[in-house]
C-alpha cells in the first residue's frame, strides 16, 4: 500500500516557540516516527521558510516555495482559491495545525482549531487572531474535519461554529520530552518560587496572580513569583500589577526562555500557577506535573478535561482562592507529595506517540468521508 502523502503546516516552528509550536514539533516528529506517511511541511512566510528545513525531524521533507502568509490569509478567508497543490504538488490531506487549512484540488482538509478565544472572549483576542473564525468557519463550508487538543473544544466548535460533530475529532498533544539537566534558571531566580510560564497575554491572568502573590508573601517571606514567557499583549496590565503589588521586587520577570532554561525553571520551582481565564488544552501544568512540580490551576476551559484531580483547581478570576491554593500548597508538605505522585500518573496519560496515532487515524477517516 502507498504511503498517505500528508502536507503539514509547520510555520509554528518558525522563531520563537509557543504552544503551537510545540504541538507542530511533537506531532510531526512523532508521525514520521511512526511511519505509513510520506511527510511535507511548508510555512506561510515569505523570509522564514528558507529556515525550515533545519527545524524538523528526519523523515518530513521541506517545502520551500514562498507563501506570502498576509495575502494568503486574507485571500482563503473569502474565497477557495489558490489551492494547496500549488505549492505541494498532488497530495492526500493537508493539516493547517493553527486555524487556517487552504483549499486544495483533491486533498482532504484538517485545521486544528486550538481554542475558541476570538468568539469566547473576544476581548482577549488580536487583530490577527479575530480572523481565525472566520477561515474556520470557511474550511468547514469546504468540508473540511477539525481537530482540537480536547473534548472541551470540539464541544465549542460545533457550538460556536455549527459544525457536523461527525467531522470534529479530538485529540489529546503529548506532554514535551524535558532536556537533561545541563541549563540553569538563571541570574535573579533563586530561593523557593512560584512559577508562571507563558505568553504575558489578557487570556493568561497574571494580574491575578500577581495579586493573589501579593496576599500571601508575607507569609512566605523568601517566596518569589517567577514569570516566564515572551512579552504579548498583556505586558502593560501585567506590569500595572507588579508595580501596585506591596511584594514587587520579589516578581522577576525573565522573558522569554528557551526549552532548556523552561526546563531548568521547572525543575527548580515549589509550585506551577496557570491563572489562565480560557484555555483549549494546557502544556504547561502537563510539563510541570511530568517534572515532579505541583500546580494550583483554574478551571478555565479544557484544563479540568486535561489536569483531572492532579491539580488544585480554583475559578478563574478568583484571586482571594487562588491565593489560598498557593498557600495551601506551599505550606503542607504532605499534599505536595500527593500532588506530585498523581501529576506524574496524568502527565503519563499524554504522549506525542497518543497523538500522532490519532493524527493518523483523522487523516485516514477523512479520506474514506466525503
Not at 477557495?80 to 500549488?86: F, G, K, M, S, V
Not at 507563558?198 to 502573590?213: I, Q, S, W, Y
Request: charged share 20%; proline share 8%.
Amino acid at each position: 500500500m502507498n504511503a498517505l502523502r500528508v502536507a503539514v503546516d509547520a510555520t509554528a516552528l518558525l522563531g520563537e516557540r509557543t504552544g503551537v509550536g510545540t504541538f507542530v514539533a511533537g506531532a510531526l516528529g512523532a508521525l514520521a516516527a511512526g511511519g505509513g506517511l510520506d511527510l511535507s511541511a511548508y510555512a506561510l512566510s515569505l523570509r522564514g521558510r528558507t529556515a525550515l528545513a533545519a527545524l524538523l525531524p528526519a523523515g518530513v521533507r521541506a517545502l520551500d516555495r514562498p507563501m506570502a502568509a498576509g495575502a494568503l490569509l486574507r485571500t482563503w478567508a473569502r474565497a477557495d482559491t489558490p489551492p494547496i497543490e500549488w505549492w505541494t504538488g498532488p497530495v492526500d490531506v493537508v493539516h493547517g495545525t493553527n486555524f487556517c487549512v487552504p483549499p486544495a484540488r483533491g486533498a482532504r482538509q484538517i485545521v486544528t482549531v486550538h481554542d475558541l478565544t476570538p468568539l469566547r472572549f473576544p476581548e482577549l483576542a488580536t487583530g490577527a487572531t479575530r480572523i481565525f473564525p472566520t477561515l474556520v468557519r470557511r474550511a468547514l463550508a469546504r468540508g473540511a474535519h477539525v481537530h482540537t487538543p480536547s473534548a472541551f473544544v470540539a464541544a465549542e466548535v460545533v457550538e460556536l461554529l455549527g459544525a457536523d460533530p461527525e467531522r470534529v475529532h479530538p485529540v489529546h498533544h503529548g506532554v514535551p520530552v524535558q532536556p537533561a539537566a545541563g541549563a540553569t534558571a538563571g541570574p535573579g531566580v533563586e530561593g523557593p518560587y512560584v512559577l508562571a510560564l507563558g505568553t504575558v497575554e489578557p487570556r493568561k491572568g497574571l494580574p491575578d496572580l500577581v495579586a493573589a502573590f501579593d496576599a500571601i508573601a508575607g507569609a512566605f517571606p523568601e517566596l518569589r513569583l517567577v514569570v516566564a514567557g515572551p512579552d504579548g499583549w498583556g505586558v502593560e496590565a501585567f506590569q500595572t500589577a507588579v508595580d501596585r503589588s506591596a511584594a514587587s521586587s520579589r516578581v522577576v520577570r525573565v522573558g522569554y526562555v528557551d526549552q532548556a532554561r523552561a526546563a531548568a525553571l521547572l525543575r527548580g520551582a515549589a509550585v506551577l500557577a496557570f491563572p489562565s481565564l480560557y484555555e483549549g488544552f494546557g502544556l504547561p501544568p502537563l510539563e510541570a506535573m511530568a517534572a515532579g512540580v505541583p500546580v494550583v490551576a483554574t478551571r478555565a476551559g479544557a484544563l479540568p478535561e486535561v489536569l483531572g484531580d492532579a491539580a488544585c483547581l480554583v475559578p478563574p478570576g478568583d484571586r482571594e482562592a487562588l491565593g489560598e491554593a498557593l498557600a495551601h500548597v506551599l505550606g503542607d508538605d504532605e499534599v505536595r507529595a500527593g500532588m506530585v505522585a498523581r501529576g506524574r500518573e496524568q502527565a503519563a496519560r499524554f504522549s506525542w506517540e497518543q497523538c500522532a496515532a490519532g493524527l493518523t487515524a483523522l487523516y485516514r477517516q477523512a479520506l474514506e468521508v466525503h
